[in-house]
């Protein structure tokens, strides 16, 4: 058992080392591919108004909400990822906040407005990829005119069963580019929040790939994708579970948790964030995930979107 631990631990050092070599920056601090280099978008999900889930009632006096959740803390995640040297921009669909103290949190985390709140779940295509269909699609949008190096969509979950089965703690990833952006982050949270706080019945974080635009977040996943940047959404935390809200709604728990996504898309680029990235190389092949090609393009009628099944 010892034995085999530590052909383990060797393995991982070798895999480390052979990546890290690959990843030597050309002269003149670009990067492979040539991509700008270190541009790391997080976007706050949902929008003020519309703030996706939301606690039952009040934890520790607070009413807790996705969206408002993540505006009160991404500067953490976002000061984690500058420190290591790294653009970092944060987005959300929506308007400005205009109540305190979410316009203060707003300012701090300088949150790029996207002034686009996606009201009764409409699905619209993206700009760059017209048979990729999702509401919110404009996030993912604002990333590929970034030319961003890696996406985290910041969510909380509050769906499904948690104490039984496989991890509920989920990271959702793009299916060419972000295997390995999921499980940076899985890992780090493992080794910082989940089962140290925040109780995920000693189970590990679950990262899965989405990549059919009907599924939820699908489109923004494939869009990222075709563009070749890798793309997670975090849905880790369960509001609708006492002791996961209990955990959030601590300060200090709260900023732990924040900072290990941080540190899970550090942790990412450093080691992968200069590796050749996949592309879509036919937009109009078909593309048995996108929203063009399903039948429900057949079925529903979302203005500007490119059918490719016909
Ligand atoms: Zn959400």
Redesign the pocket.
Known sequence: MKKFSVILLLLVVMLQLSSCSQMKAPAGGSVAGGRNGGVVVLDI??FIGGD??CTPGAVNGKRLT?CTWWYQYVYYTKKVIEDAGYTCIVTNRGNAPTTEPLASYARRAGVVQLNHPDKNGARYPSTYHPDRVAGGMVSADYAISRKADCVVFL???SSGGWTNGPSPSLIICNKYNGGRLGNALARTLEHTVLNRGLDNGGRGCSVTVRSKDADRSAGWMNACDDSGIPAAVI?CAFLNNRKHADYLANDTNARRYAEAIGKGVVNYMRYFGNEKRHYRADENAADEGSFGYAAESRRLNVPGAKRLLH
């Open positions: 999900g949902h996706g889930a996705e969510h909380h979950n849905e």
